[in-house]
Nanobody, 124 residues
Framework: QVQLVESGGGLVQAGGSLRLSCVVS????????MAWFRQAPGKEREFVAD????????YYADSVKGRFTISRDNAKNMVSLQMNSLKPEDTAVYYC?????????????????WGQGTQVTVSS
């Protein structure tokens, strides 16, 4: 079956860095866009960044642009999110997700597959 497994979360001080990874398996994702979402307590799940698996084209939410970098490693079937200059407001559970590339929106309900999430906590 299809699996998306995240890792790399943890506790970091403001201004620090973390790198999240999402290993995918169970199908070919070349016609998919891979995304990272996050959800803070009491808030809705929000889009962070995505990357088209085949072309490598990326897109970022304004709140993380210039601080976060999404990338993919075809050989390892892995999507990563490098997070620099972290802020307390980045604290959330981070999820990896996948959707067909012809779906143009970035709302959570457009995504077909989800990982279980990994906690990121940024202390002030």
């Amino acid at each position: 079956q299809v699996q998306l497994v995240e890792s790399g979360g943890g506790l970091v001080q403001a201004g620090g860095s973390l790198r999240l990874s999402c290993v995918v398996s169970g199908r070919t994702f070349t016609s998919y866009a891979m995304a990272w979402f996050r959800q803070a307590p009491g808030k809705e799940r929000e889009f962070v960044a995505d990357i088209r698996w085949s072309s490598g084209t990326t897109y970022y939410a304004d709140s993380v642009k210039g601080r976060f970098t999404i990338s993919r490693d075809n050989a390892k079937n892995m999507v990563s999110l490098q997070m620099n200059s972290l802020k307390p407001e980045d604290t959330a559970v981070y999820y990896c997700a996948a959707k067909r590339i012809w779906l143009l929106g970035r709302a959570p309900n457009e995504y077909e597959y989800w990982g279980q999430g990994t906690q990121v906590t940024v202390s002030s």
